[in-house]
Protein backbone atom coordinates (compact mmCIF):
# COMPACT_ATOMS: atom_id res chain seq x y z
CA UNK A 1 0.00 0.00 0.00
CA UNK A 2 2.48 2.61 0.64
CA UNK A 3 4.78 1.76 -2.40
CA UNK A 4 1.78 2.94 -4.24
CA UNK A 5 1.60 5.98 -2.22
CA UNK A 6 4.94 6.55 -2.71
CA UNK A 7 5.21 5.75 -6.60
CA UNK A 8 8.67 5.32 -5.92
CA UNK A 9 9.00 1.89 -6.83
CA UNK A 10 11.64 1.18 -9.76
CA UNK A 11 12.37 5.07 -10.32
CA UNK A 12 15.92 6.59 -11.06
CA UNK A 13 16.69 8.63 -7.94
CA UNK A 14 20.44 10.26 -7.92
CA UNK A 15 21.92 10.23 -3.90
CA UNK A 16 24.78 12.68 -4.07
CA UNK A 17 27.29 13.13 -0.49
CA UNK A 18 27.38 9.96 0.92
CA UNK A 19 30.77 10.07 3.48
CA UNK A 20 29.53 7.60 5.98
CA UNK A 21 27.27 5.00 7.27
CA UNK A 22 26.52 8.79 9.38
CA UNK A 23 25.67 10.82 6.52
CA UNK A 24 22.45 12.15 6.26
CA UNK A 25 22.65 10.82 2.45
CA UNK A 26 23.35 7.23 3.17
CA UNK A 27 19.87 7.19 5.54
CA UNK A 28 18.40 8.41 2.33
CA UNK A 29 19.29 6.01 0.22
CA UNK A 30 18.56 3.10 2.74
CA UNK A 31 14.92 4.61 2.83
CA UNK A 32 14.94 4.41 -0.97
CA UNK A 33 15.81 0.90 -1.44
CA UNK A 34 13.51 -0.38 1.20
CA UNK A 35 10.37 1.25 -1.14
CA UNK A 36 12.25 -0.27 -4.50
CA UNK A 37 13.85 2.64 -6.14
CA UNK A 38 16.76 2.33 -7.95
CA UNK A 39 19.62 4.29 -6.26
CA UNK A 40 22.54 5.83 -8.33
CA UNK A 41 25.65 7.04 -6.29
CA UNK A 42 27.97 10.01 -6.73
CA UNK A 43 31.18 10.35 -5.28
CA UNK A 44 34.40 12.86 -5.77
CA UNK A 45 37.32 10.92 -4.62
CA UNK A 46 39.04 7.46 -4.87
CA UNK A 47 38.71 6.83 -0.97
CA UNK A 48 35.12 8.01 -0.66
CA UNK A 49 34.27 5.28 -3.53
CA UNK A 50 36.17 2.89 -1.40
CA UNK A 51 34.21 3.60 1.49
CA UNK A 52 30.92 3.68 0.09
CA UNK A 53 31.59 -0.11 -2.32
CA UNK A 54 31.55 -1.45 1.29
CA UNK A 55 28.77 0.38 2.88
CA UNK A 56 26.71 -0.66 -0.68
CA UNK A 57 28.05 -4.26 -0.11
CA UNK A 58 27.22 -4.52 4.02
CA UNK A 59 23.25 -3.93 3.00
CA UNK A 60 23.48 -5.92 -0.57
CA UNK A 61 23.38 -3.28 -2.87
CA UNK A 62 26.72 -3.85 -4.24
CA UNK A 63 25.44 -3.62 -7.94
CA UNK A 64 24.34 -0.11 -7.54
CA UNK A 65 25.49 2.37 -10.06
CA UNK A 66 28.04 4.33 -8.75
CA UNK A 67 29.52 7.30 -10.29
CA UNK A 68 32.71 9.89 -9.54
CA UNK A 69 31.37 13.11 -10.14
CA UNK A 70 33.49 16.62 -8.46
CA UNK A 71 30.49 19.00 -8.33
CA UNK A 72 33.79 22.03 -8.40
CA UNK A 73 34.09 21.15 -11.86
CA UNK A 74 31.07 21.79 -14.26
CA UNK A 75 33.09 18.99 -16.70
CA UNK A 76 33.18 16.58 -14.66
CA UNK A 77 29.11 16.85 -13.29
CA UNK A 78 28.27 17.09 -16.98
CA UNK A 79 30.03 14.26 -17.55
CA UNK A 80 28.49 11.88 -14.46
CA UNK A 81 25.21 13.18 -15.01
CA UNK A 82 25.54 11.88 -19.16
CA UNK A 83 26.79 8.42 -17.82
CA UNK A 84 24.04 8.44 -15.47
CA UNK A 85 21.39 8.98 -18.19
CA UNK A 86 23.06 6.62 -20.80
CA UNK A 87 22.56 3.97 -18.54
CA UNK A 88 19.39 4.59 -16.70
CA UNK A 89 17.46 6.58 -19.15
CA UNK A 90 14.93 8.92 -17.34
CA UNK A 91 16.34 10.43 -13.84
CA UNK A 92 13.50 11.02 -11.47
CA UNK A 93 15.12 12.30 -8.35
CA UNK A 94 17.71 13.92 -7.07
CA UNK A 95 19.58 13.88 -3.32
CA UNK A 96 21.53 16.79 -3.13
CA UNK A 97 23.10 16.19 0.15
CA UNK A 98 26.78 17.74 -0.64
CA UNK A 99 28.27 20.91 1.16
CA UNK A 100 31.88 21.90 2.00
CA UNK A 101 34.09 24.92 4.04
CA UNK A 102 37.50 25.28 5.02
CA UNK A 103 38.23 24.28 8.78
CA UNK A 104 39.87 27.83 9.33
CA UNK A 105 36.84 29.33 7.87
CA UNK A 106 34.57 28.17 10.69
CA UNK A 107 37.05 28.37 13.62
CA UNK A 108 38.33 31.88 12.90
CA UNK A 109 35.97 34.92 13.83
CA UNK A 110 33.99 35.53 10.73
CA UNK A 111 35.40 39.29 10.00
CA UNK A 112 38.21 36.60 9.24
CA UNK A 113 36.86 35.00 6.35
CA UNK A 114 39.01 35.17 3.46
CA UNK A 115 38.08 35.56 -0.21
CA UNK A 116 38.87 32.27 -1.35
CA UNK A 117 37.36 30.29 1.78
CA UNK A 118 33.58 32.24 0.73
CA UNK A 119 34.27 31.43 -3.04
CA UNK A 120 34.99 28.22 -2.38
CA UNK A 121 31.93 27.35 0.51
CA UNK A 122 29.43 29.06 -1.83
CA UNK A 123 30.82 26.98 -5.18
CA UNK A 124 30.25 23.82 -3.33
CA UNK A 125 27.26 24.32 -0.78
CA UNK A 126 25.22 26.40 -3.43
CA UNK A 127 26.05 26.95 -6.68
CA UNK A 128 26.50 22.72 -7.35
CA UNK A 129 22.95 22.55 -6.80
CA UNK A 130 22.49 25.11 -9.65
CA UNK A 131 25.20 23.17 -11.73
CA UNK A 132 23.51 19.39 -10.51
CA UNK A 133 19.99 20.48 -11.82
CA UNK A 134 21.23 21.84 -14.93
CA UNK A 135 23.69 18.42 -15.54
CA UNK A 136 20.27 16.75 -14.81
CA UNK A 137 17.49 18.42 -16.47
CA UNK A 138 17.93 16.75 -20.11
CA UNK A 139 17.41 13.63 -18.67
CA UNK A 140 14.37 14.48 -15.78
CA UNK A 141 11.71 14.14 -19.00
CA UNK A 142 9.10 12.60 -16.94
CA UNK A 143 9.16 15.51 -14.31
CA UNK A 144 10.48 14.34 -10.47
CA UNK A 145 12.01 16.22 -7.40
CA UNK A 146 14.94 18.00 -6.50
CA UNK A 147 15.86 17.71 -2.34
CA UNK A 148 18.74 19.54 -0.93
CA UNK A 149 20.12 19.51 2.28
CA UNK A 150 20.19 22.37 4.12
CA UNK A 151 20.38 23.99 7.99
CA UNK A 152 19.03 26.58 10.36
CA UNK A 153 22.13 28.60 10.15
CA UNK A 154 21.14 29.62 6.88
CA UNK A 155 18.69 32.52 8.71
CA UNK A 156 20.19 32.36 12.02
CA UNK A 157 23.76 32.54 13.38
CA UNK A 158 24.90 29.94 15.25
CA UNK A 159 27.90 30.04 16.86
CA UNK A 160 30.91 28.19 14.46
CA UNK A 161 28.77 27.51 11.19
CA UNK A 162 30.43 31.21 9.97
CA UNK A 163 31.14 31.16 6.45
CA UNK A 164 28.81 27.72 5.73
CA UNK A 165 25.38 29.89 6.73
CA UNK A 166 26.48 32.46 4.79
CA UNK A 167 26.53 29.34 1.67
CA UNK A 168 23.24 27.30 3.06
CA UNK A 169 21.73 30.87 3.09
CA UNK A 170 22.49 30.99 -0.82
CA UNK A 171 21.43 27.40 -1.37
CA UNK A 172 18.10 27.70 0.09
CA UNK A 173 17.63 31.50 -2.70
CA UNK A 174 19.15 29.23 -5.40
CA UNK A 175 16.63 26.48 -4.43
CA UNK A 176 13.56 28.68 -4.89
CA UNK A 177 14.45 30.21 -7.81
CA UNK A 178 14.77 26.66 -9.82
CA UNK A 179 11.74 25.66 -8.39
CA UNK A 180 10.55 29.14 -10.20
CA UNK A 181 12.33 28.16 -13.13
CA UNK A 182 12.14 24.64 -13.95
CA UNK A 183 8.45 23.95 -12.39
CA UNK A 184 7.40 24.14 -15.73
CA UNK A 185 8.72 21.19 -16.64
CA UNK A 186 6.87 19.41 -13.82
CA UNK A 187 10.46 19.16 -11.83
CA UNK A 188 10.18 20.18 -7.86
CA UNK A 189 12.88 21.68 -6.29
CA UNK A 190 12.60 21.69 -1.97
CA UNK A 191 15.14 21.96 0.75
CA UNK A 192 15.19 19.80 4.20
CA UNK A 193 16.55 21.93 6.96
CA UNK A 194 17.57 19.13 9.10
CA UNK A 195 18.40 19.78 12.83
CA UNK A 196 21.84 18.86 14.16
CA UNK A 197 22.76 15.06 13.69
CA UNK A 198 26.13 13.81 14.49
CA UNK A 199 27.57 13.85 10.91
CA UNK A 200 31.39 14.15 9.31
CA UNK A 201 30.50 17.59 8.12
CA UNK A 202 29.10 18.09 11.46
CA UNK A 203 32.74 17.38 13.09
CA UNK A 204 34.17 20.52 11.80
CA UNK A 205 31.24 22.67 13.70
CA UNK A 206 33.38 24.11 17.18
CA UNK A 207 30.16 24.34 19.37
CA UNK A 208 28.32 21.39 17.90
CA UNK A 209 27.79 19.45 21.24
CA UNK A 210 26.64 22.60 23.02
CA UNK A 211 23.99 22.82 20.25
CA UNK A 212 22.99 19.53 20.58
CA UNK A 213 22.57 20.10 24.15
CA UNK A 214 20.64 23.17 23.17
CA UNK A 215 18.42 21.57 21.18
CA UNK A 216 17.30 18.86 24.06
CA UNK A 217 16.29 22.13 26.29
CA UNK A 218 14.52 24.10 23.70
CA UNK A 219 13.09 22.36 21.38
CA UNK A 220 9.31 21.07 21.66
CA UNK A 221 10.21 17.67 21.56
CA UNK A 222 12.97 17.63 23.95
CA UNK A 223 15.55 15.67 21.96
CA UNK A 224 17.18 16.02 19.31
CA UNK A 225 16.15 14.06 15.67
CA UNK A 226 17.75 11.01 14.16
CA UNK A 227 18.92 10.01 10.89
CA UNK A 228 15.54 8.00 9.55
CA UNK A 229 13.54 10.87 10.90
CA UNK A 230 14.95 12.99 8.09
CA UNK A 231 15.30 10.44 5.74
CA UNK A 232 11.43 9.48 5.80
CA UNK A 233 10.65 13.38 5.37
CA UNK A 234 12.90 13.11 2.58
CA UNK A 235 11.21 10.30 0.88
CA UNK A 236 8.11 12.01 0.82
CA UNK A 237 9.71 14.95 -0.61
CA UNK A 238 11.11 12.75 -3.43
CA UNK A 239 7.74 11.16 -3.92
CA UNK A 240 4.29 11.44 -5.11
CA UNK A 241 3.26 12.51 -2.21
CA UNK A 242 4.41 15.59 -1.96
CA UNK A 243 3.80 16.23 -6.12
CA UNK A 244 2.10 19.97 -4.91
CA UNK A 245 5.12 21.28 -2.82
CA UNK A 246 7.89 22.82 -4.83
CA UNK A 247 10.26 26.13 -2.94
CA UNK A 248 9.78 25.11 -0.10
CA UNK A 249 12.43 24.37 3.33
CA UNK A 250 10.95 21.55 5.18
CA UNK A 251 11.91 22.11 9.18
CA UNK A 252 13.16 18.24 10.73
CA UNK A 253 14.28 19.17 13.44
CA UNK A 254 12.08 18.47 16.48
CA UNK A 255 10.77 22.14 16.06
CA UNK A 256 13.77 23.82 17.73
CA UNK A 257 13.18 26.75 14.42
CA UNK A 258 9.98 27.85 15.53
CA UNK A 259 11.26 28.81 19.44
CA UNK A 260 12.33 32.27 20.04
Same mark, same amino acid.
Given at each position: ????????????? +???? &????????????????????? +??????????????????????????? &? &???? &??????????????????????? %????????????????????????????????????????????????????????????????????? +??????????? #???????? %????????????????????????????????????????????????????????? #??????????????????????
Amino acid at each position: MMDNLLQLKDKNI +VVMG &VANDRSIAWGIAKRLFDVGAN +VIFTYRQERSLKKLQKQLENIGQSDSL &V &VQCD &VNSDDSTKAAFEEIGSKVGVIHG %IVHSVAFAHAEDLHNRFLETTREGYAFAQDTSAYSLISTAKAAHPYMTEGGSIVTMSYLGAERVLDGYN +VMGVAKAALEA #SMRYLAAD %IGQDNIRVNAISAGAIRTLAAKGVPSFNTILHKIEETAPLKRNVQQDEVADMTIVML #SHLSRGVTGETIYIDAGYNIMG
